[in-house]
């Protein structure tokens, strides 16, 4: 193995091990030493990598994040850009309802990292995401014309509060059937 694919291996080692231990139990209940342990490394390479547990936290984020861009971007390239944004909204509000990311991203992230640098990695990859889709509905005739940019932060806004709603409610289930509704139908109410 050459340094490069060493330097990879333990990368994703730690990434895997801090995904799987913060949403299992939470950042604050899960030491250092244990992410080390479960990635077979040493802690030196978590400081190397991450600088830390919150470096390492914030790079697990960081990648649930460009994962569910991923998974939605695919959603924009076919059909309907407005049908596209409603499965999006369910799927959001779905992946809001699995423990590790209503964990990493909903629960602990705005605390640990912060509600500014939270905010920023939202925006940096549900902000371009929404107004992709807003810019598609737009150029097909599927909604007024509206400044996209100013209407994808709004709705990114009440996509993330909602989803935030949904992981604190007694019943997350009951409550992302009634935020989709509510999304939805703010969605449907820019339709040409």
Known sequence: MTQAQRRESTRAALLEAGRTLFAERGYDAVAAEEIVTEAGVTRGALYHHFDGKAGLFEA????????LVEEFLE???????LDAMREGITRFLELSLEAGVQRIALIDAPVVL???????????YGLGLIQAGLDAAV??????PLPTAELANAFLGALVESALAVARADDPKAAKKKAEKVLVAMLDGLAT
Do not use: L
């Not at 697990?60 to 994962?67: D, L, N, Y």
């Not at 959603?75 to 850009?81: I, N, R, T, Y």
């Not at 150029?139 to 007024?144: E, K, L, Q, R, W």
């Open 60 to 67: 697990v984020f960081v990648a649930i994040e460009a994962g």
């Open 139 to 144: 150029a097909a005739g599927s909604i007024a």
């Open 75 to 81: 959603s924009f390239q076919v059909g309907d850009p």
């Open 114 to 124: 912060g509600w500014q640098r939270w905010h920023e990695i939202e925006a940096q």
